[in-house]
């Protein structure tokens, strides 16, 4: 996979997670994995189609889940990680692909679409995504630490 | 028309009274005003309108970051965009949003009334795709379980699933977009694939990358297959799929918020297959 396509993503983190409040986004590390990970908490999925293909997953522990939730919902007390925290979570992640889908569009990767984003919650889950290698994006986000998995590939089609 | 309550975001004093009086000749009822972000969302959550109109280029946050904030704040709420931007990118960062519909400026009377009207009224496509859908994709799973396997398929029919679904233990995403994007999930239990593969290879599996293959590989098909299924039935639908995600876990619980899932039990020899899938309603007109 090329690192050039994960530029998009970081852009569009960057740029929506303050407008949903947070103070500071900053980006720790990024590596380089197989196609397998493993995950404790919650992780969001969302599928891309169009020039690129795969999906791009955000993943945080539960408790930065609910604290995540609480500073979307105006520091609304979260206590488990209910219907409206999992929905805040999830509109978060596909404001953040939308967005990137439009950060792609200026590198001339246009036509993106993207799915519908599911949460998966559980402890010891192995996450194949449908491509070779995955870029793993570490970003701490007003001390929330949160990672992005992005498994994309140029379409043939 | 009458009755429909239209709140109007731009920043131009102008453009909003030009937008009122086209919406008032057109029967609405103009709720609400807001010229930034500011005082959108208290104004939004006052008047609580059926519609807001939305110019993009505003000073300060833009139409898409307004309707970011209006969408979190209240993901029902039906934007249609009114701009003089329209260009293709414009457009699809709007539906990729959930933005309902989008007129471009200078408003013609007609357009806009005709794009309220099509939002506020029930999207006949959609009510196909969900009353077909699951059948389609149960037709999808029998066919392609029964000429791989030689196995029969029958079915045990569940409750939409607006909480959480539990993994049997391995869980197959696929991403569903065309004119309405979806998710169609696919779980079973690790005794349930290894089973599959014996038959489909004449022996045991050799390892979990070789089950997870299959598995992938059988979403994959019936993904394909229902969906293209949809497309013979109503081109419109436009349907295509991301290539499938797999996950592995006993007891992970997989929601889907803001997307109300379908689901059905196949019941096979190799053993029991869940099979959910959802559709959002997304956009509704672009004039």
Redesign the interface.
């Known amino acids: 996979m090329d690192i050039n396509l994960i530029d998009p993503l970081i852009v569009s983190f960057t740029e929506i997670l303050p407008q949903l409040g947070f103070q500071s986004v900053e980006k720790r590390d990024i590596s380089l994995i197989g196609t397998t990970l493993e995950y404790d908490g919650v992780l969001v999925h969302i599928s891309l189609v169009g020039m690129l293909k795969g999906a791009i997953l955000i993943g945080m522990s539960l408790d930065s889940a609910k604290y995540f939730a609480s500073k979307m919902m105006m520091g609304m007390t979260v206590a488990e990680f209910d219907p409206m925290a999992q929905s805040a979570i999830s509109e978060m992640a596909n404001m953040i692909c939308a967005n990137a889908c439009t950060q792609y569009s200026k590198a001339e990767i246009i036509g993106l679409d993207i799915s519908p984003p599911l949460l998966l919650m559980g402890s010891n889950i192995q996450a194949t995504l449908p491509v070779p290698q995955t870029f793993q994006i570490h970003f701490s986000v007003d001390s929330i630490d949160i990672n992005v998995y992005v498994g994309l590939l140029q379409a043939n089609n | 028309m009458s009755g429909i309550k239209v709140m109007i975001v731009d920043d131009s004093s102008f453009s909003r009274t030009l937008i009122a009086e086209t919406l008032r000749l057109g029967g609405c009822e103009v709720v609400g005003e807001a010229e930034s972000l500011d005082s959108l969302l208290e104004t939004y959550n006052n008047c609580k309108p059926d519609i807001v109109t939305m110019d993009i280029v505003m000073p300060g946050?833009d139409g898409f970051?307004c309707s970011?904030?209006l969408?979190?704040n209240d993901?029902s709420t039906k934007i249609i965009l009114v701009s003089s931007m329209k260009d293709?990118?414009t457009e699809?960062?709007a539906?990729?949003?959930?933005i309902a519909g989008y007129v471009q400026k200078p408003v013609n009377d007609e357009s806009l009334i005709n794009v309220i009207k099509s939002v506020m009224s029930p999207d006949a496509l959609y009510e196909q795709l969900i009353d077909l859908g699951l059948e389609t994709f149960k037709e999808a799973l029998s066919q392609n379980i029964t000429r791989m396997t030689k196995a029969h398929v029958t079915f045990a029919d569940m409750d939409t699933f607006e909480?959480k679904h539990v993994?049997q233990g391995i869980?197959t995403?696929?991403?569903?977009?065309g004119r309405h994007?979806?998710?169609m999930?696919m779980d079973l239990s690790a005794e349930t694939a290894d089973n599959m593969v014996e038959v489909l290879l004449r022996r045991p599996s050799k390892n979990q990358e070789e089950v997870?293959a299959m598995v992938?590989e059988l979403a994959n098909i019936v993904a394909g297959a229902a969906c293209s299924m949809l497309n013979k039935m109503d081109k419109a639908y436009s349907l295509?799929?991301?290539?499938?995600?797999?996950?592995?876990?006993?007891?992970?619980?997989?929601?889907?918020?803001?997307?109300k899932m379908q689901a059905f039990y196949a019941q096979t020899t190799f053993g029991r297959i869940y099979l959910g899938i959802?559709f959002?309603k997304g956009l509704t007109l672009w004039i």
């Open positions: 946050a970051e970011r904030a969408l979190l993901p293709e990118e699809a960062e539906k990729r949003i959930g909480t993994s869980t995403v696929i991403g569903i977009i994007t979806g998710s999930i997870l992938a295509r799929v991301s290539p499938p995600s797999v996950f592995c876990s006993s007891d992970s619980e997989i929601t889907s918020p803001n997307l959802g959002k």
